[in-house]
């Protein structure tokens, strides 16, 4: 049973840093690509960031890009986006997400808000 769990998130001011996490089970976490995805109040979810199975690709959404890292550790089955240089327009849910066997699985999400 894939099961996703985000956490970390919270109220930050402007420039703040924060460390999502994401506990991954009921797959073989290792040999799976995996994404953060964001969603704001009254906007569709929005693709943040990405990472292969072998950790050796990343990608980011302009936005973001130069402010959030997002990494993992295989053996502790965990993702994680590490976010710097917060602004308030990322304030948002958000969510870690596998594609396994053609399903699609989402976490609860974890909120960031961003202000002063």
């Known amino acids: 049973q894939v099961q996703l769990a985000e956490s970390g998130g919270g109220l930050v001011q402007p420039g703040g840093s924060l460390r999502l996490s994401c506990a991954a089970s009921g797959f073989a976490f290792s040999e799976y690509a995996m994404r953060w995805y964001r969603q704001a109040p009254g906007q569709e979810r929005e693709l943040v960031a990405g990472i292969t199975g072998g950790g050796s690709n990343t990608m980011y959404v302009d936005s973001v890009k130069g402010r959030f890292t997002i990494s993992r550790d295989d053996a502790e089955n965990t993702l994680y986006l590490q976010m710097n240089s917060l602004k308030p327009e990322d304030t948002a849910v958000y969510f870690c997400?596998?594609?396994?066997?053609?399903?699609?699985?989402w976490g609860q999400g974890t909120q960031v808000t961003v202000s002063s």
């Open positions: 997400n596998v594609l396994v066997r053609w399903q699609e699985y």
